[in-house]
């Protein structure tokens, strides 16, 4: 018979922490492509804009005005998708019509003063302080609530309505669904092999090396094995840590650097400000701090949407909604592709 | 204490069918929209294209010339991610990178030879011809295949790159990640209750009216109480039917008939040719047919991206890609909204 080539044969592979498959058609890069184009990020973004709500000095819709911050700036989101105090919905006893109270807190937080920055095009010190800022915030909201969800929409692509750079935390009374398979997938594979699933995964990875995008002493880059989105990566730290807020001085300066390093190829790739949701795993929070956690191991997701170029992503509609994620290249063609590799300076730095 | 208000409180909702819980948040849609606009959908397409690789007499991309087909007309996909014949990728036995073959078979079909047409502009007679084709080929390459799922990408917001009339079938030798969770839902539902969950919720729906969209003696279409996406309708007959090609001849008239109506509402809600990813799940197949499936019954998903307008979609980006789905609306809102009751007939109707 023909010999497997995975560029070539559609196959499934296994994603350990979400316990589904992927099938991956690499083939089907070669299918032209004449649908929708979508629009390239805008280019042109002042450093300052007295209209936009996140800018020093300015006024927000509920009347505040910020400080003239210099570094980050936290602040309750205006249309929190989550409250401290909604009254319960008490229960139709029918298991067809299940509700629950949800509770939370949702802030925002901005990376910068400025409007014309992005992670990767801000100085070292300056990630830094954004870490620091996020190992607060599970601290802080982490010893009450469950979960604490870091994430980042960037570009308006990724439902991003705010050039400013800037993230959100959503801490809430309940685990929500992908951390609690996650936290299953991690548990049960413990009880199983008696050590962390993606410690185990690191290290194999830093060994095979066919997928690692960057990697330091501390920190790994990869796109797993078992990656849904075109260029979607996974980045962890090396030595065994639960949470953001565990890491030491040097990890934080580690990790500063490895964001950079990723996030300056992602910018390489189509030479464009690269769009992508991104966020931050880690062990429960709240009532789980008494419990043993020691399977979890702390990491990033980020999923960019784009499959061909800046302007061509990918859709995950049909097929993907209704029977099973599917992708059209290779895990391992992202670190393999020519363009990705070798500049270490991003063509959009400004400073 | 403060009396709950589901479009004012925040709450959870568990959707039997995945396991899984979504995040309502109703007050959100009170924030106001700046981030990305889609362009609307093209309005002038032409009847016939000769570049159109669907119309009838056009050659493919593979250099076969379709017939001059006056119906419906199905094809195999010139780019398949599924193929028949893919070598096995054999296994490295660490369970963190597991892998298996996948085979199958990718079909297109169109619905009718005008490209000018969608489903709710169709004639109802040409609407039966579409459900008996779909019933077909569930027989067809149901007889081998444990999957085919039956998929219209509608719009180019949802991926579709070419605006004739047309969905896919892909046939898996594998079961899927949705169908095989939706699958576990309704076997562990029918051992507890002892009856099919979807034929009571059925019931439960058609008694309590809150979220019905259209009704006929024998089918029903309802925004599910669980509903993720803002229009998202689940369809489905009122009698205990495994799979499509069970639908008896009136019930088949009976589909055309609620499809034409949910489809002109979907139509008039923002008075655009409405975009969406639908799809039928039925009892699985091939294998599976030897099985008593008698917990599964018919039904078909329809996931529509829009939110606020014809060119404002809901982004599930950020919080729903990391942690959980989040709606703005409740589903009983669809069902409350003046816009999208009384008209009966489609504005964009053009014969
Ligand atoms: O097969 P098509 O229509 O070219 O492609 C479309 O539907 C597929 C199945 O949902 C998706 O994988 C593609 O991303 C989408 O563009
Ligand atoms: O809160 P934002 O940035 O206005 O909104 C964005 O992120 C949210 C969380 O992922 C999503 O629910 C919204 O659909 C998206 O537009």
Known sequence: GVQ?????????????????????????MKRPWAGQVEKPPEEHIPRYDRRNP????????????NPDYESTFVFENDFPALQ??????GSDQHPLFQSKAARGICKVMCFHPWSDVTLPLMKKEELVRVIDKWADLVEELGATYPWVQIFENKGAMMGCSNPHPHCQVWASNFLP??????????????????????????????????????ESSDWLAVVPYWATWPYQTLLLPRRHVLRINDLTTEEREGLADIMKRLLTKYDNLFEVSFPYSMGWHGAPTGPHLKENNSYWH????YYPPLLRSATVKKFMVGYEMLAQEQRDLTPEQ???GEKCTGKQES???ID
């Open 4 to 28: 497997f080539d995975a560029r070539e044969h559609q196959h499934l592979r296994y994603n350990p922490l979400r316990d589904s498959w992927v099938l991956v058609s690499a083939h089907r």
């Open 347 to 349: 063509k959009l730095r």
């Open 54 to 65: 996140l800018c020093p000095g300015n006024t927000r819709a509920n009347g505040e005005e």
């Open 177 to 214: 669904n992908e951390p609690a398979l996650s936290d299953r997938c991690q548990r049960v594979y413990y009880e199983k092999h008696g050590e962390p699933l993606l410690l185990e995964y690191a290290r194999q990875e830093a060994e095979k090396k066919e997928r690692v995008v960057v």
């Open 298 to 301: 702390l990491h990033a997701h």
């Open 84 to 89: 401290p105090d909604a009254p319960d919905p």
């Open 334 to 336: 992202l670190r393999q």
